[in-house]
């Protein structure tokens, strides 16, 4: 194998010839080199310098069973046999990612004897059981175990040397290759050996195989074994083709196994078999939803005298003819059913002692629904031994949990899943269900000691705690299979609490790849609480719900070690009055984002905000919250908590409540990022953040600006951008960025400035906070300013929030979401020159302390022989504290003239100054809009900057906005800006 220069990776191959001269003990050989490449670099991720011992995987193919065995070609052909080969294989895998490559090579040697060969062609079969490249559990890379079958094919046999090709196929617990079945797949290679005669036509021999091997995952896979072991059946089973739902058909692509002796034509055996296959919903040719485990456990062969539970099913073995049939049942996230084979047929080869069968067609007919299902997971914080699998209730809870005891808040299971062993089991368990209502809730909790079970759940109206216990009835060692019941109390000891407030959420983490957007993810959760939200006191939140891969590949999660980010519009839910108000008569709607970066150990990191609008008895505010938590890839449930603090900002003027922005009561106004310029690490020769300015998602631009405020209230809202691009090295926790939304054209300016606190071990924030730097205190997070002449009255104002992201230093891309308040100018200075407005003020983090103020002013001439003047009194500069530097500056105080008659046109700057502060100086208003010639639209917008500060800030910027008198040649307006 190789990696090149680029990345790329592939096989090298080459055929070599020459001589060896024994009496000076040397030799050479050439030949010619050829490349074949395998895959790009964006697939295998992995610079050349790393293709060493630590990047790819050595695996053993040397088992007891196996060996070589053929005959040569002729009328009277010979024979050729040997024993076990010493084999191994190589595969590249990536450590950082957690991905191992579907392909690579292998070599084995054998030796053996022959009898009689008549024709220079000949055929051999060899096999038997290995591990063919490597996977990942989660924890670490380790050998993909399997069976393997190959025909070699001679091509020459004289002169004391023997050569011949090699095609194989195989199956390991994640991959098959069968080149007949999967075009493309399979083993390939060479044979070149010697032969010695020892006595007239018998003779010995020995042989070195090289070659390649390619695999396509599996999404259907099962081990069988025979439990008495009289003719020491085993096996793999697997399909390349997840089942589709609604369907009730699956192919087993290949079956593979070994065998010590063959059951005679007459003697009945039985083999167990258990596993598990991904279910998918499709839309035409694409994978457009959940992959959701099925477990199944059934039996092969054997009859009802002599068969596994109870299911039967009949099987000969003759002449290296299989005959059979499959019996037994399944377990999915939606029910239960039972699992069948017509007869099915299969080969197997006496010589190498290896069965296989093709191409079985499998029925699942679901006989149960199940209106509570949980999966079950192994806690690597635990330890104890290794369990998967899936649990499930035929019979809803019957929820009334606020006068209802433990005698109708419990249900029974059963469970069947995969273990390697069932002793001190601690795990996690997690699912979702239906009550007697027809209501979903979630749960969460852990297996203790084996049997136990215990944790959390959240439903509509209530939430609490559950209990129960987990009864493993039957564990098979030989394919690593359980079967178990149990029973589970909702509310025991009534431990629950009535919520006062509930949303149910669907959304789609994603994270960009330099080209594209990829959400291959689903999150369906509740979040709720038992406090109402509008008390003004921090209340605590709790999330619960799954998070569940849908991409095509079929494997339970990505192997790769990506962050994500996610957000969504979250409203209010009333179940029981279908509206889309609190229990307590509230409503709220906004934005509810985070990020999932994983842990390395098949856990993720996860956290989230939540800035909403809410309104209550006319009265409206924010709602501001943050979670953290944790998601249990194994169970695809994942849990979050924390607080959410309710702002009061005033009466909401007619009462209603309307999520507007667009127009629409649904979707905020969406603006995509205009322009930005490249963000900066704080570090010697630091690298740069670019922002991606073209992908999109659904016709939508991904890095984009949204805002949204209640009807009838102009003066204050919530924002959020979502932002995603490139970066290069290198980085420091320290880092900015700004964004640009302007739209100078149609009369708006949105500009914010990103100071980071974050950018390591996966994940990008940038917290409001100030800190010492270099013996400079530095506020951090995101600050912004707007000015907008679109509206009615011209207004500006404030931004300020807060970002969570996540970036992939293989591909050095990242992506972040970022919100918080905005803040009109007029509301902020009036709400920051009173107590309470302040207090209000410091739980949304806006910098609200004054700690200076000036008067800046200008007078001068434009187009040569006209006057302007320009005054922003009382402009004010706003900081988190009275010793720490200015952050925000604001003024209600715009005003100028100009020649009576001749408006200053777009581009018209001001050089103001300052007569009570010498350290203000070049201080520039520009305008950008001035629209006096209009009776309808009498508006101007201009930017401003300048240098000079407070507390140790010593620049500043921002907008202006305001209307024009004309009758007098008088402007005025207001203005606000970042300071740093």
């Not at 204050?716 to 980085?731: E, F, K, S």
């Amino acid at each position: 194998m190789y990696i090149d220069p680029s990345g790329n990776a592939g096989y090298l191959r080459a055929d070599l010839s020459g001589q060896g001269y024994s009496e000076i003990g040397i030799f050479e050989m050439t030949g010619l080199m050829n490349r074949e490449q395998v895959k790009s670099a964006t697939d295998i991720e992995i610079p050349a310098d790393q293709l060493n011992i630590g990047n790819y995987h050595s695996s053993d193919m040397n088992w007891g069973y196996g060996g070589f065995h053929g005959a040569f070609e002729g009328e009277e052909p010979g024979t050729i046999t040997g024993y076990p080969p010493n084999a191994g294989n190589l595969s590249i895998v990536n450590n950082s990612t957690g991905e191992a490559q579907n392909w690579g090579i292998f070599g084995f040697d054998g030796y053996g004897g022959y009898t009689t060969p008549t024709s220079s062609t000949w055929k051999v079969k060899v096999g038997g059981t290995g591990s063919i490249g490597a996977y990942y559990d989660g924890e670490g890379f380790s050998d993909d175990p399997g069976y393997w079958i190959a025909d070699i094919t001679g091509t020459e046999w004289g002169d004391n040397k023997f050569k011949g090709t090699l095609s194989g196929r195989f199956i390991t617990q994640t991959r098959i290759g069968h080149p007949d079945l999967i075009p493309g797949t399979g083993m390939n290679g060479d044979l070149l050996g010697v032969y010695t005669e020892t006595s007239g036509s018998e003779g010995t021999w020995d042989a070195l195989a090289l070659g390649t091997w390619k695999a396509a995952p599996v999404a259907f896979t099962g081990k069988t074994a025979e439990e008495t072991y009289a003719y020491g059946i085993t096996g793999l089973m697997g399909g390349i083709h997840p089942k589709v739902q609604g369907s009730d058909t699956i192919t087993v692509t290949l079956a593979m196994g070994k065998y010590s002796m063959a059951p005679s034509p007459t003697d009945y055996w039985t083999v167990i078999a258990g596993g598990k296959m991904s279910e998918v919903t499709t839309s035409g040719t694409n994978i457009t939803n959940i992959d959701k485990p099925i477990y199944w456990l059934a039996s092969i062969g054997g009859n009802y005298n002599n068969s596994y539970d109870g299911y039967g099913g009949y099987g000969g073995w003759s002449d290296g003819d299989i005959n059979a049939a499959l019996s037994g049942e399944y377990f999915s996230s939606s029910g239960r059913g039972e699992i069948t084979t017509s007869s099915f047929s299969g080969k197997y080869y006496e010589g190498i002692r290896m069965w296989q069968a093709e191409n079985i067609q499998i029925t699942l007919n679901q006989t149960d629904d199940f209106y509570v299902y949980g999966y079950l997971g192994h806690d690597n914080d635990t330890g104890g031994g290794r369990i998967k699998g899936i649990i499930g209730s035929t019979n809803p809870v019957i929820f009334n949990s606020w006068e209802c005891d433990e005698e109708c808040n419990w249900v029974g299971f059963n469970a069947m899943g995969t273990a390697s062993s069932l002793e001190t089991i601690n795990g996690k368990i997690g699912g979702k269900g239906t009550d007697s209502y027809g209501y979903p809730f979630y749960y969460l909790g852990s297996i203790q000691n084996g049997i136990g079970l215990y944790g959390g759940f959240l439903h509509p109206f209530v939430a609490g705690d559950f209990e129960g216990d987990m009864y493993p009835e039957v564990f098979y060692e030989s394919i690593g299979f359980w079967k178990g019941s149990g029973y589970m109390y909702f509310c025991p000891d009534e431990q629950c609490s009535d919520l006062a407030y509930v949303s149910e959420v669907s959304t789609k983490p994603y994270y960009f790849d330099g080209s594209k957007i990829v959400q291959d993810r689903e999150m369906n959760f509740l979040m709720g609480g038992g406090n109402s939200l509008f008390s003004g006191d921090p209340v605590d939140v709790v999330m619960i719900g799954e998070y569940l891969h849908t991409t095509s590949d079929p494997s339970l999660f990505p192997t790769s070690q990506r962050g994500y980010i996610w957000h969504t519009i979250v409203t209010s839910k009333n179940f029981d009055l279908g509206d889309d108000t609190t229990y307590d008569g509230g409503k709220y709607k906004g934005f509810l984002g985070g990020t999932i970066i994983p842990n390395g150990d098949g856990t993720d990191a996860m956290e989230g905000m939540f800035y909403t609008l809410g309104m209550i008895d006319g009265y409206g505010g924010y709602l501001k919250g943050s979670m953290t938590g944790t998601g249990y890839q194994e169970i695809r449930m994942f849990e979050m908590d924390g607080t959410i603090t309710g702002i009061e900002m005033g009466y909401g003027g007619s009462g209603s409540f309307t999520f507007t922005g667009t127009g629409t009561e649904e979707d905020p106004i969406i603006i995509p990022i205009r322009h930005t310029a490249p963000g900066t690490f704080d570090t010697e020769g630091g690298g740069n953040i670019y922002v991606n300015h073209t992908v999109s998602i659904n016709d939508q631009p991904v890095s984009r600006y949204e805002s949204a405020n209640i009807e009838g209230i102009t003066d204050w809202g919530i924002w959020q951008t979502l932002t995603v691009g490139t970066y290069t090295a290198p980085t420091a926790n320290a880092w900015s960025l700004p964004l640009e939304m302007n739209d100078l054209e149609n009369g708006k300016i949105r500009e914010m400035e990103i100071a980071g606190t974050q950018w390591s071990e996966g994940k990008i924030a940038a917290i409001p906070q100030v800190v010492l730097v270099n013996n400079v205190m530095v506020t951090q997070g995101v600050h912004g300013y707007w000015a907008d002449i679109t509206t009615a009255a011209p207004a500006t104002g404030i931004y300020v929030g807060e970002l969570k992201g996540t970036f992939n230093p293989a591909d050095t891309t990242w992506q972040a979401v970022a919100m918080g308040p905005w803040i009109e100018t007029s509301k902020f200075m009036a709400m920051a020159n009173s107590e309470d407005g302040r207090n209000a003020l410091s739980k949304l983090n806006v910098p609200c302390i004054s700690v200076g103020s000036v008067n800046l002013t200008f007078s001068g001439i434009y187009d040569t022989d006209k006057t302007m003047s320009v005054s922003m009194n009382d402009t004010k500069f706003y900081a988190y504290s009275s010793s720490t530097p200015a952050r925000l500056w604001a003024t209600t105080g715009v005003s100028g003239n100009y020649t009576n008659g001749s408006p200053p046109p777009v581009g018209t700057t001001a050089s103001l100054t300052s007569s009570s502060n010498a350290s203000f100086t070049n201080a520039t208003f520009t305008l950008q809009q001035f629209n006096a010639g209009t009776t309808d639209n009498k508006k101007w917008l201009s930017t401003v900057s300048g240098t000079g500060g407070f507390n140790g800030s010593t620049t500043f910027k921002g907008a202006g906005a305001g209307t024009i008198n004309t009758t007098n040649s008088t402007f005025s307006g207001t203005a606000a800006g970042i300071a740093k």
